[in-house]
């Protein structure tokens, strides 16, 4: 080995401890980076061939009476459309144990032939004989069935009847079913007819040509294809190429990958300030080397290669652990998204990314001691008056602010890491905080146990008998309620509905308007009063109207009747989709359904979950002898669970990188603390040979790190605060279309300080050991 | 040492004109050096004396371009020393100044052989075996060989401070300076140090020492006593 890389490795092994501290840093941070950015470059990557390669459609048209050979031929032979498909949706229920559960029946035209929102058999025949359904794999627990299993379902005719499961199939198209709390079955029109409901197909599925890539450009084609076809009752167009889910998933990889960018970011300032220690005992040796004629060069490439070694190690570390972290959170989120992943393997730019982060990052932080350590003229390096120091300490300072105030530079460093990690620890727990305090919101905010909604609307009459009759049931309270869409004037009303008609869905509600059952927060305006033609809408469907005012005219189509009212308020409705809140009377007389309602919002006497169930079930098996169709029963229970499922792991995994920078924070506490205490221990040796005791020198460097410490925690505090309003924002935005609440979280308030508490007098301990052990003649030679 | 003796260096020769050195401080400005000039023969074994804080060291800096005068120029054979930029004044000082300090200085990381070995590797001169090869010749000349493998701190002052000579040596430089070489060791080790240094000169060297020892009249061809940064009378 030549002597000069003999010297760095020497370095290497007389520096062990530090060098291991940044080692594990970068490391660390490196894992961060490799596992988020890799489950995004493997989830991107099976988004095209999961949910793209189900060739979703870009618009789906919904024509009243079906839509006929004619209009399938017209579409099919239309210039903008590349494909069109036929199909149908039904909206059931299944009979899970003693409770139904919704169930979405889709009916494509001819199995065989479907080319838009496609799946795939897994087992099974294809397609399902006739009396058969396909099931979703992901619902087979949710409708707790197996293959050839009997499904009991009722269809909006009512009348119960059964279904073999003859077979499964893997939709990625759609949200898995466990979160959405729904059961996807497929089904030929001839088990349809079977069933008792008309194999009339209603859906003509669309790609266009041009391959819209914005939500507005597919509006657009598909507006201009409904004038043209002529007859179309509603138009159902999602965001294009986009998995409903995937713009939550995207936004919070991304967040999570500030988080894990922020941490290398620290982990390089941790080895910045460690190696302006190391270098600050080599001057000298810098100096001999210079004069011995090593140039500039030189002697950057060495420390160069130093750093540029430990953050090579580290790369090697967390390669395997970015595959692994890759992998197992792509899994889990892929579930989310119900998707299959293809493969394990990691695209070999991520790797390049963690080469090129890992090693550029850290030594572009360490080229600054470097450059300054390099640069002191050789008569300084070897002088014995040393650098000289820039004393800006005034006499009456306390003796550890004096101490840190000698070198300002590193404390401003160390504050400033320390104080950075803390404020993204604070923030992470509060974002996750208060994004399980917005899931409560829904709870706080819904003061019902069941929602029943009906094909047709039932008579309010019904509600009161059951009321009373049925054990257990507090209250019934009929709503109007009815699919609706803003209406655009002189246009076909638009909705960005997928497939499952859940996602982008917008619906008008009629409420008595002194309903208790609800308690939303006002935004704007004021709640409905009974016997006006008003409006309020959620903030969902505010968005969607981008341009309204309060006391605007807000034209709403009611199942594709257009109407109008007055904007009386906006009220945030925390995991709903779009909805306009109309006064039940107005609206039963405008739609003529006075004394009958399509929605009842249930209270129960019951007190917990399984009581609830219970009274439900009566509440269902009553309903099953009266003369009315019901569309779905959801227990509230089920609601909360569908909107939290959504992206609870990202949140974990939010939480663990709050782990990883607090871990980097404390690293680099216990680098500054060995290096201040290191630096003088020639100053402590001289205490100890004017009398000083370990516990005066303990004091000395436990107060000195307890100042820093504190310091960076009122830094923390007050970088935190900003950061978290903005991240709750976007996160909120993104996830809800309204902010997470802003809350102050004691609890990461308190866990930092603690962890900081601990941390320093952890990184105290060895440091003084050693200052205590060492011999006076030692310390001052 | 055979290809040492018969390639004899001639020295070469060292000119002062009007040489300053101040340094500025907290306490104001001090003149360590003050318009010295001066010319030394090459080949010759010389010593600066004066007391302490007389602007030896900073004299001897300068002119092994180890530190920069604030005024004057310094030419050490055919090179303006004061003219080169950082770099390349320390591809010259590893070409053409060994310099040996005091307190040894020897990198603590490296062995002694290694040390000795490093300016080689920083000016190109030797590589791999050919330069342990030399290294070890050089050890050898110290009279320190068996030492070659060993860590700095496992040998003597006066061992380290032959190593650090061995190191000044490593290049074959034609101008040796040495601050106070003698000043950490013991009478004994020192006069083994001072011969050294003088058979060194006798080679062909130039060889300037910083020193305090009393009769080192006797033992130079040449003194240069400083008195408060000027070139005194000689006593
Ligand atoms: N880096 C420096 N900063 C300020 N003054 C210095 C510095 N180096 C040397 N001096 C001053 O210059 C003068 C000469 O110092 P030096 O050359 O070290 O003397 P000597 O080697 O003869 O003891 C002394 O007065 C000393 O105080
Ligand atoms: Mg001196």
């Known amino acids: 080995m030549k002597p000069r890389w003999a010297k760095v490795a020497g370095d290497l092994r007389s520096e062990r401890g530090r060098l291991l501290l940044m080692l594990v840093a970068v490391a660390v941070s490196l894992a961060a980076i490799g596992t988020v950015l890799g489950s995004w470059a493997i989830l991107t990557r099976d988004i095209a061939s999961n949910y793209l390669g189900t060739a979703p459609a870009e618009a789906t048209l919904e024509f009243e009476g079906g839509v006929s050979d004619e209009v399938l031929t017209r579409a099919r032979a239309d210039q903008a459309v590349s494909v069109a498909d036929r199909r149908e949706v039904i909206a059931g229920r299944v009979r ?12 494509p035209e001819r199995f065989e032939t479907m080319r838009l929102n496609t799946f795939r058999p897994l087992d099974g025949a294809w397609p399902p004989p ?24 009722k269809l909006p005719n009512g009348r119960p009847s059964t279904v073999t499961v003859s077979g499964l199939v893997h939709d990625p198209g759609l949200a898995p079913a466990w979160q959405e709390r729904t059961v996807y079955a497929y089904a030929t029109p001839e088990t349809v007819a079977m069933l008792g409901e008309s194999p009339t197909l209603h859906e003509l599925r669309v790609q266009f040509a041009s391959h819209p890539r914005t939500v507005v450009e597919a509006e657009n084609e598909a507006s201009a294809l409904a004038a043209r076809l002529g007859g179309v009752h509603q138009l159902r167009v999602p965001p294009p190429r986009q998995h409903p889910h995937q713009r939550q998933m995207e936004t919070i990889l991304l967040l999570l990958l500030i988080f894990a960018g922020l941490s290398l970011v620290l982990s390089s300032v941790l080895v910045a300030t460690t190696l302006a220690a190391i270098l600050a005992r080599q001057v000298r040796e810098i100096g001999v080397m210079k004069s011995i004629g090593a140039t500039r060069a030189q002697l950057a490439g060495m420390y160069a290669v130093m750093v540029g070694s430990i953050c090579g190690v580290a790369v090697l570390l967390a390669a395997p652990l970015s595959m692994l972290g890759a992998f197992g959170l792509s899994r889990v989120v892929s579930t989310m998204l119900n998707f299959d992943l293809t493969s394990r393997a990691l695209p070999w730019w991520v790797l390049l990314v963690l080469v090129v982060a890992g090693v550029l990052v850290p030594l572009l932080f360490a080229a600054i001691p470097i450059r300054r350590a390099v640069t002191i003229p050789v008569r300084a390096a070897l002088d014995t008056w040393g650098v000289g120091e820039r004393i800006i300490v005034r006499p009456w300072f306390p003796v550890a602010v004096r101490n840190l105030l000698r070198r300002p530079g590193r404390l401003a460093l160390t504050v400033g890491l320390l104080a950075t990690a803390g404020a993204l620890f604070m923030t992470a727990l509060a974002v996750s905080r208060a994004w399980e305090r917005n899931l409560e919101k829904v709870k706080e905010t819904r003061h019902y146990d069941l929602e029943v909604r009906f094909n047709t609307p039932a008579p309010d009459a019904l509600a009161t008998t059951l009321q009373q009759t049925v054990e257990g049931v507090r209250l019934i309270e009929p709503w109007g309620f009815e699919p609706a869409a803003l209406a655009r004037p002189g246009a076909i009303d638009v909705v960005r509905t997928y497939p499952d008609r859940g996602h982008g869905s917008f619906s008008v509600l009629a409420p008595p308007p002194s309903t208790t059952l609800i308690s939303l927060p006002l935004l704007q305006g004021r709640w409905l009063a009974s016997g006006e033609r008003a409006v309020v809408l959620n903030h969902v469907a505010f968005l969607q109207a981008r341009t309204l005012k309060v006391g605007d005219d807000v034209a709403l189509s009611i199942d594709g009747v257009p109407s109008t009212w007055k904007l009386a308020g906006v009220v945030e409705e925390v995991g709903s989709a779009g909805v306009a809140y109309l006064p039940s009377d107005v609206f039963a007389s405008s739609q003529s359904t006075q004394g009958r309602s399509r929605l009842w919002r249930v209270v129960t006497a019951g007190r917990d979950d399984l009581e609830r169930a219970t009274v439900i079930r009566r509440l269902e098996e009553a309903l099953s002898r009266e003369a009315v169709s019901v569309e779905t029963v959801t227990p509230f229970a089920e609601l909360k669970t569908a909107i939290g499922d959504h992206v609870a792991v990202l949140i974990r995994a939010l939480l663990a990188l709050a782990m990883v920078l607090a871990l980097v924070g404390v690293l680099g506490l216990t680098s500054a603390v060995g290096t201040s205490v290191i630096e003088r221990s020639r100053e402590i040796a001289v205490m100890k040979t004017l009398g000083a ?23 923390a505090l007050v970088l935190s605060l900003p950061l978290t309003l903005g991240i709750e924002r976007l996160l909120g935005m993104l996830s809800f279309l309204a902010p997470l609440p802003f809350v102050v979280s004691w609890v990461s308030m308190g866990l930092w300080f603690a962890l900081l508490v601990v941390a320093t007098l952890g990184a105290t301990l060895l440091p003084i050991r050693r200052a205590v052990q060492l011999t006076v003649r030692e310390g001052l030679s | 040492m055979d290809n040492m003796s018969t390639n004899e260096r001639q020295g070469q020769l060292i000119e002062l004109r009007d040489v300053s050195r101040v340094f500025e401080s907290p306490a104001g400005a001090v003149t360590a050096v003050d318009r010295v000039s001066l010319e030394l023969p090459a080949g010759a074994f010389i010593g600066v004396v004066g007391r302490s804080g007389s602007g030896k060291s900073t004299l001897v800096n300068l002119i092994a371009g180890l530190d920069r005068c604030t005024r004057g120029s310094i030419r050490v054979g055919d090179v303006a020393v004061d003219q080169l930029d950082e770099d390349a004044l320390a591809r010259w000082r590893g070409r053409n100044v060994g310099v040996v300090f005091q307190f040894f200085q020897l990198l603590p990381t490296l062995t002694v052989a290694e040390n000795v070995m490093l300016p080689m590797d920083l000016c190109g001169t030797a590589r791999g075996a050919e330069a342990r090869r030399r290294a070890l010749e050089l050890l050898d000349l110290v009279g320190i060989r068996e030492q070659a493998d060993k860590l700095p701190t496992a040998l003597s002052g006066g061992q380290q401070q032959r190593a650090a000579i061995a190191r000044a040596l490593a ?65």
């Open chain 1, 96 to 107: 899970v144990g003693d409770d139904f559960r919704p169930l979405l029946l889709f009916v």
């Open chain 2, 171 to 235: 290049n074959d430089a034609p101008l040796l300076v040495a601050d106070e070489p003698t000043g950490n060791l013991d009478q004994q080790t020192s006069t083994m140090v001072l011969d050294l240094l003088r058979s060194l000169a006798k080679q062909g060297r130039t060889v300037l020492m910083v020193t305090h020892e009393h009769d080192v009249e006797r033992r130079v061809d040449q003194v240069i006593r400083l008195v408060d940064g000027r070139i005194g009378s000689p006593s």
């Open chain 1, 693 to 715: 005791t370990s516990a005066v020198v303990r004091r000395l460097v436990v107060s000195e790190a307890l100042v820093s410490s504190a310091l960076s925690f009122v830094v």
């Open chain 1, 130 to 153: 006739a009396g058969t359904v396909l099931l979703e794999r992901s619902g087979l627990e949710m409708a707790n069935a197996t293959m050839s299993s009997s499904l009991r379902v």
